[in-house]
T-cell receptor, first 117, second 112 residues
Framework: AQKVTQAQTEISVVEKEDVTLDCVYE???????LFWYKQPPSGELVFLIR??????QNEISGRYSWNFQKSTSSFNFTITASQVVDSAVYFC??????????????FGKGTKLTVNP | NAGVTQTPKFRVLKTGQSMTLLCAQD?????MYWYRQDPGMGLRLIHY???????AKGEVPDGYNVSRLKKQNFLLGLESAAPSQTSVYFC???????????FGPGTRLTVL
C-alpha cells in the first residue's frame, strides 16, 4: 500500500533558525514522484517541488532544500534561515499510478510550521 | 488563464440538503480530482476523472457523486448532506503525462 508519513505534527521555531520537515513514504512502485506543497493561512495549496524516483540529487531553491534518499524512503525538506512568512502547513505527497493509468496523489497529514519573530 | 476555479467559496447546509460544487479549469487538462481536507488528516481523494465522460472512486467516495460532462468542468454532488461532510474541498487538475496537479482555492462547506 502507498503511504506518506509526516511524523511531525507541529513545529515551532524562532525566525532565522533552520528547520527540517520530515517525510517518509511507502510504495512498491519503482517509478513514482514525490511532492511538497505549502498551505499558508490563506488556505490555498502552493506547489513547491516535484522529484521523480530516479533522481536522487538534492535540490536547492533559495532558502529551500530537499534531501531525497531512496535507501530510507525519505524526502525531507529544509528551510534555512526561516522567516515568519514561512509559517504554513506543509504537505508531502506521493504520486501513484491507478489501474486506469492515471496518477493520483497520496498526501501526508501535514506539518504545521510556526515561525515566531 | 484563471487556472482552476471553484464555486462556491463557502457554503452552509442543513443536514439532508443537497448541493453541487463546481470545478472549472481552462488549461485543457485531461485529469481532474476532488479532495477533501479535514484537520489532522491531510487531503484525501474523493473521486477523480481521467477524461470527459469518465469518473472513478478515490479513497473516500461514499456520500458523493461526480460528473464530467465537459472536459473543463468536474462537478461534485452531495445528495443528502451529513455533518461528517463538513470539510474543505479542493479540486485539482493536471495534463496527461505531467503529474504536477494544479489546485483550486478550495470550498469551505459546513453541514449543520
Amino acid at each position: 500500500a502507498q503511504k506518506v508519513t509526516q511524523a511531525q505534527t507541529e513545529i515551532s521555531v524562532v525566525e532565522k533558525e533552520d528547520v527540517t520537515l520530515d517525510c517518509v513514504y511507502e510504495t512498491r512502485d519503482t517509478t513514482y514522484y514525490l511532492f511538497w506543497y505549502k498551505q499558508p493561512p490563506s488556505g490555498e495549496l502552493v506547489f513547491l517541488i516535484r522529484r521523480n524516483s530516479f533522481d536522487e540529487q538534492n535540490e536547492i531553491s533559495g532558502r529551500y532544500s530537499w534531501n531525497f534518499q531512496k535507501s530510507t524512503s525519505s524526502f525531507n525538506f529544509t528551510i534555512t534561515a526561516s522567516q515568519v512568512v514561512d509559517s504554513a502547513v506543509y504537505f508531502c505527497a506521493l504520486s501513484i499510478i491507478t489501474q486506469g493509468g492515471s496518477e493520483k496523489l497520496v498526501f501526508g497529514k501535514g506539518t504545521k510550521l510556526t515561525v515566531n519573530p | 488563464n484563471a487556472g482552476v476555479t471553484q464555486t462556491p467559496k463557502f457554503r452552509v447546509l442543513k443536514t439532508g440538503q443537497s448541493m453541487t460544487l463546481l470545478c472549472a479549469q481552462d488549461m485543457n487538462h485531461e485529469y481532474m480530482y476532488w479532495y477533501r481536507q479535514d484537520p489532522g488528516m491531510g487531503l484525501r481523494l474523493i473521486h477523480y476523472s481521467v477524461g470527459e465522460g469518465t469518473t472513478a472512486k478515490g479513497e473516500v467516495p461514499d456520500g458523493y457523486n461526480v460528473s464530467r460532462l465537459k472536459k473543463q468542468n468536474f462537478l461534485l454532488g452531495l445528495e443528502s448532506a451529513a455533518p461528517s461532510q463538513t470539510s474543505v474541498y479542493f479540486c485539482a487538475s493536471n495534463r496527461w503525462g505531467i503529474n504536477e496537479q494544479f489546485f483550486g482555492p478550495g470550498t469551505r462547506l459546513t453541514v449543520l
